[in-house]
């Protein structure tokens, strides 16, 4: 079988690699991604390895790249992507690759600096020119004789009469942000206790802080005080409010000079600044060129010596010994690609690939392509198959959406999902290449085969429900009709049609599905819930046959012939004996009962499939209805079904106790063959020495082998139980598709009735507006609600009958998966983790 139905053999391999040659062939195999290699040095600490300066010259190297994509990053400067993948680089090229990063790092540091300083000294210039702008005006205030009233404040009415000669008033004038101007008016007021004046105007344009790039507001601010003792006061404040001080000479002209210099020298500051960016931008648009490339050389080096780390030195120390698994079916091609690697080193010495015999577990290997990946991790998300196991993934590309479709049937809704669908396959390639890290998204598009079928089987189940958006199409014309007079329809709200009568009905099947009329029909539900429920059952029953029957294959490849009689041919008779003969009763009662036979074969007469199986398990006799004489639905049926569920009981105890009784005689009789064998060895060993040996007793009671039969009796009871009371609970989680399906047609009739149809209510052109509206808010609903909601549940209930209801009759999933040393891999986690 293919590795589709069934996972690749795998082969355990011992490798020897010459050391000048190992980087080469470990890089060659990183590229076909087939190998996993086993860690020979597992209680080696990380720091002690052969390789582990490789590796940190690797992280170095990484973290330059990081800091460049960074400020790439800073500028918008987009980086250029090829799509190439470049060959992990030669073990000597890592030199020239850290000294080009090492240049890069420090020239870009170094401008960063220069920028970093030049833009200090441009926010200082800036904070002075408004300094200098802003305290012109608070000194012509001052001057102002009506504003007498402040200087009596300050210097006293005595200092005042004096002119201001013996006393003068100082002032300290600076900057310091907006934020925090009321705090420091509050701090000099009670600090100060009132014996201050602050004025305080603010810069209009915000400046650039020049450690952080942000844009910060600022106010300018001027401080008169009188004595020393103040001036040192207020100071201290400034300093603890980080506000910024400036010199302002108190003349003047001396302003107007110092404004002019300032002036000067933020103009030839904004050309060197300019200059220093220019050249900022052309080091990071140079790197940026090839950025993605470096990442990717450097994650390729770092990745080999990593594996290479995993290996063992002979005892010469000059050949590296590694142990890989391997698909059997790719041992030749991974042979081709170490000789290449070989090739590319210059080494003389071959590479030399043994395979191992081993009793450990090989990893699970499935080969899939973009379409059966999807539904292969439907199935991993469970567990990973055991080795050889059968694999459940083909028969879920069929199964899951088909089921997902009997629950969310409509053919309007399915359309919609499979549009949807459509899109994400046609355009997969320019999509795939938009990375992004919007989680929602990335599923919706890793799904986007599931989602296809999904939709292309939902729209087959509502053509057989013949029902869109809570509508039906009328294809083929109904099959029943009317012959009531126009007084008869008038008098009456509701009207029954006799499907005996050739006059009411055709006697002949709609061609596909349901009958349109079953829409107008106001027992709909009533006879939708019978065909649905019916339906249902049958799935489930045979869903879960299907299941069973392939824990056959599995028995017949692993050569399990003792599960094959004591687990296999009791678990189908049970099953089959008890609800696949329920499901052969839906059958017969649709095909005996009609409204064309006579009274005792008509649908009042049909006994309940549900009553019959309830007296069928418990032995009881069935009881006719009335004015009907037939009891059963064929004769001999109640002999048949006492039969049948006698057989069914008695393969409840071979499941339980065959098996664990074989297996404890087997190994009593091997027991019992060791010790007789032992015991003629030694008693001829014995006669022909001269001397009589004692024959060995036995081993003890309830020594190792009576506790695995213990556990053995244990495990097969529980799974004996679980089968048993699986399959009843299990038939009845299959009417999740009825109830499912009629939720979703009802919500969605629901919706029609009570928001489309108020769009039809209007007749004028404001009726065409108003429906347009109304039309836009039911899509609106319809796809947020009955798709995306409604479609998540049936997925998961989906999800959950794979998962439970089918996988659990064959499927264990307890190995564990194949993780090849394969670049692709690393270079897709690495630039996961990178966009997070």
């Not at 004996?720 to 969605?748: D, K, M, N, P």
């Not at 009739?749 to 009726?767: A, D, H, Q, R, Y």
């Amino acid at each position: 079988m293919g590795s589709l139905f069934r996972s690749e053999e795998m082969a355990l391999c011992q490798l020897f690699l010459q050391s000048e040659a190992a980087y080469a062939c470990v890089s060659e195999l990183g590229e076909l991604g087939l190998v996993q290699f086993r860690d020979l040095n597992p209680d080696v600490n990380a720091f002690q390895r052969k390789f582990v300066s490789e590796v940190r010259r690797c992280d170095e190297m990484e973290r330059k790249l990081r800091y460049l994509e960074k400020e790439i990053k800073k500028d918008g400067i987009p980086m250029l992507d090829t799509g190439e993948n470049p060959e992990a680089p030669q073990p000597r090229e890592m030199i020239d690759l850290e000294a080009t990063f090492e240049k890069l790092e420090n020239e870009l540091r170094e401008v960063n600096h220069n920028a970093e300083a030049l833009k200090r000294n441009f926010l200082e210039l800036t904070e002075l020119k408004h300094i200098l702008r802003k305290t012109q005006v608070f000194f012509d205030e001052m001057a102002d004789p009506n504003r007498e009233d402040e200087q009596v404040t300050l210097l006293g009415e005595e200092g005042l009469r004096a002119g201001g000669q013996a006393l003068k008033l100082g002032f300290v004038a600076g900057v310091i942000l907006r934020e925090r101007i009321p705090a420091f008016e509050r701090m000099l007021w009670r600090a100060c206790r009132g014996n201050v004046f602050l004025r305080q105007a603010e810069i209009e344009t915000p400046l650039e802080d020049p450690s952080t790039g942000d844009q910060v507001h600022k106010s300018v601010f001027i401080i008169f005080f009188q004595g020393d003792q103040l001036k040192s006061r207020v100071r201290k404040i400034c300093e603890g409010f980080r506000a910024t001080l400036y010199p302002c000479p108190e003349a003047p002209s001396q302003r107007r000079e110092m404004a002019m210099g300032v002036m000067t020298r933020i103009e030839d500051l904004n050309t060197v600044l300019g200059q220093t960016q220019d050249h900022r931008h052309r080091v990071l648009v140079a790197a940026a060129k090839n950025i993605k490339n470096w990442f990717i050389k450097v994650v390729k080096i770092k990745a080999i010596y990593h594996t290479l780390n995993l290996f063992n030195l002979d005892v010469t120390q000059k050949c590296l010994i590694a142990e890989c698994w391997v698909p059997l079916l790719d041992i030749e091609t991974i042979q081709l690609a170490l000789r290449r690697g070989t090739e590319r080193s210059g080494s003389s010495v071959p590479p030399i690939l043994n395979r191992m015999d081993t009793f450990e577990d090989p990893p699970t290997y499935n080969r899939t392509n973009k379409f059966t990946g999807a539904f292969q991790n439907l199935v991993d998300a469970y567990g990973i198959a055991s080795y050889r196991e059968i694999n459940p993934t083909p028969y879920t590309i069929i199964s899951f959406p088909f089921l997902f479709a009997v629950m969310f049937g409509d053919l309007g809704h399915g359309c919609l999902m499979f549009l949807f669908a459509g899109f994400l396959v046609l355009r997969e390639k320019p999509l795939a290449a938009k990375k992004t890290d919007n989680e929602v998204w990335n599923i919706f598009f890793a799904g986007r085969y599931i989602i296809l079928l999904m939709g292309l089987f939902s729209m087959y189940t509502g053509f057989i429900y013949n029902d869109i958006f809570s509508k039906s199409l009328n294809l083929f014309g109904s099959h029943w009709h009317t012959n009531y007079n126009e007084s008869t329809v008038l008098s009456n709200k509701d009207l029954q049609i006799n499907p005996s009568l050739s006059s009411d009905y055709d006697q002949v099947p709609y061609p596909v599905g349901l009958d349109p009329v079953w829409q107008l029909a106001l027992n709909k539900i009533v006879f939708l819930n019978a065909y649905k429920m019916k339906i249902s059952i049958i799935i489930g029953v045979l869903h879960m046959l299907s299941g069973v029957s392939l824990s056959l294959y599995n028995y017949r490849y692993f050569k399990d012939r003792l599960s094959i009689y004591c687990d296999f041919i009791p678990q189908v008779i049970f099953l089959v004996f008890l609800f696949f003969y329920m499901v052969l009763l839906m059958f017969i009662k649709w095909v005996s009962y009609g409204p064309q036979n006579d009274f005792a074969n008509s649908p009042a007469c049909a006994p309940s499939i549900l009553i019959t199986f309830i007296n069928m398990v418990l032995f009881k006799d069935a009881v006719a209805l009335a004015n009907c004489d037939t009891v059963y639905m064929f004769a001999g049926q109640g002999a048949l079904q006492k039969f049948l569920v006698i057989v069914a009981l008695l393969c409840v105890p071979i499941m339980l106790l065959a098996k664990p009784i074989y297996i404890m005689r087997q190994q009593k009789e091997k027991h019992v063959q060791l010790v007789n064998g032992h015991a003629t060895t030694e008693n001829g060993d014995a006669e022909g020495a001269g001397r009589v040996v004692q024959q060995p007793p036995p081993p003890p009671a309830g020594g190792h082998d009576e506790n695995e039969i213990g556990e053995l009796f244990i495990h097969q009871g529980i799974h004996t139980i679980e089968y048993v009371l699986g399959s009843v609970s299990h038939t009845a989680s299959y009417l999740r598709l009825w109830a499912l399906s009629l939720a979703h047609a009802q919500l969605s009739e629901v919706l029609w009735s009570m928001v489309m149809t108020k769009g039809l209510i209007l007749n004028s052109w404001i009726g065409g507006v108003w429906l347009w509206f109304v039309f836009g808010f039911w899509a609106i609903l319809t796809v947020g609600i009955l798709v995306l909601m409604e479609g998540l549940s049936a997925f998961l209930h989906t999800l959950r009958l794979h998962w439970v209801e089918f996988q659990s009759k064959f499927y264990k999933g307890l190995g564990y998966a194949f993780a090849p040393f394969s670049f692709e891999v690393i270079l897709n986690t690495a630039s996961t983790a990178v966009e997070e």
